[in-house]
């Protein structure tokens, strides 16, 4: 079954020490029986090749796809050039781990905080997409934003950046029913065509997960269906939840033919 989830769901555990990468990567292996990794880079020690290699090796060594490599402190956008070029190269840095561990996403936000875009911003943003998606796509991988944070919550800015960048090597992480008060379901309907990878967060796991994810279906969404667990407390049983729900849908699917 195409599941997977995101490293990110064990944030208290590798807070307190008592889960690294590895220990993730076993995790989701063992544990929970998936074929999927999905990493983010709060987990990663390094992107040296040397420490890449490790892991590319671990995921080798378990049968584990890397369906997403989630990377934070690499946001386009940011009012001050230096922190721009800061992250621009942070961004280069991630795009070449994920050519490394072979990984089939990445997302890369669109930063700024506030939900307005200003043409200055969606020029430098629409940029910088285009170059990461060409370089995705030349290499057999796919680059976008998440709807994170700031203008990314805005359905209508995120539909505005994907027709400007124009490039299969281009498409979104859709965190499932996470936008501006009141724009959640024709968000999520807007963006579910052009999505590559999704987090089911446990709210919407408890209140609708059957519902968005036939939505998604529906719109021709075929990849991996990403849970992300938030509250850093009860993590391993939590995600097991999670992924035990997912699972339910997916089996009710199968068994409909």
């Known amino acids: 079954m195409k599941i997977s989830v995101a490293s990110y769901s064990f944030h208290g555990l590798l807070r307190e020490g008592q889960m690294d990468l590895f220990g993730y990567l076993e995790s ?5 029986g998936l074929d999927a990794a999905d990493i983010w880079n709060g987990m990663l020690l390094s992107t040296d090749e040397e420490y890449l290699r490790k892991v590319k090796d671990a995921l080798d060594e378990r049968e584990l ?7 934070d402190g690499a946001h386009l956008w940011d009012p001050d050039p230096a922190i721009r070029e800061r992250n621009r190269q942070n961004a280069l840095a991630h795009l070449r781990a994920a050519e490394i561990l072979g990984a089939k996403t990445v997302r890369i936000d669109i ?5 307005e875009m200003t043409e200055e911003q969606f020029d430098w943003v629409v940029q910088g997409y285009q170059a990461y998606a060409q370089r995705a796509y030349d290499n057999g991988y796919r680059v976008g934003p998440e709807n ?4 990314a919550l805005v359905p209508e800015n995120m539909k505005r950046i994907y027709e400007a960048v124009d490039n299969p090597g281009f498409g979104f992480l859709l965190h499932i029913g996470h936008w501006v008060e009141g724009r959640v ?13 999704t987090h089911i967060s446990w709210d919407i796991a408890m209140r609708c997960l059957s519902e968005k994810m036939t939505m998604m279906r529906d719109a021709g969404y075929d990849g991996y269906w990403g849970v992300e667990h938030h509250t850093g407390r009860n993590e391993y049983t939590e995600v097991a939840i999670q992924v035990a729900m997912v699972r339910d849908v997916l089996d009710r699917w199968r068994a409909e033919g």
């Open 28 to 32: 989701v292996k063992y544990r929970y």
């Open 185 to 197: 379901d024709e968000g999520d309907r807007l963006l579910a065509p052009w999505a590559f990878h």
């Open 65 to 71: 796809v890397l369906v997403n490599l989630c990377v």
């Open 111 to 115: 930063g700024g905080r506030s939900s």
């Open 148 to 151: 994170h944070f700031g203008p």
